[in-house]
Nanobody, 129 residues
């Protein structure tokens, strides 16, 4: 079992930046062998994929965040990050990190939500205009 804990959410004005973190923990867990992703659920909408990173460091993004968000990982600290710049009010939502052992399997441009086995509880991001 893998536990994922997100942090770094908050309130920011449009055009601002936030950096989300996701700390992963499990006995015997080797972080670098997981496919990791960030998802977002806006009020009244379904959860949507934003970005994914494979354990070789390759990344993919959905079009709406490409060029504004950057997914990265610190394998030594078992931590996943999402750097969010040029935030817009439509970026408001509950942000989740997700994980699954092995390589990412893409239903382009990202792995499907059902592909991920482990989920965090989410961290709220609110962007005001």
């Amino acid at each position: 079992q893998v536990q994922l804990v997100e942090s770094g959410g908050g309130s920011v004005q449009a055009g601002g930046s936030l950096r989300l973190s996701c700390a992963a923990s499990e006995s015997g867990y080797t972080y670098s062998r997981y496919c990791m992703g960030w998802y977002r659920q806006a009020p009244g909408k379904e959860r949507e994929g934003l970005a994914a990173i494979d354990y070789d460091g390759s990344t993919s993004y959905t079009d709406s965040v490409k060029g504004r968000f950057t997914i990265s990982q610190d394998n030594a600290k078992n931590t996943l990050f999402l750097q969010m710049n040029s935030l817009k009010p439509e970026d408001t939502g509950l942000y989740y990190c997700a994980a699954r052992s092995g390589r990412c399997f893409y239903a382009p441009p990202l792995p499907s939500e059902t592909y991920f086995r482990y989920w965090g509880q989410g961290t709220q991001v609110t962007v005001s205009s």
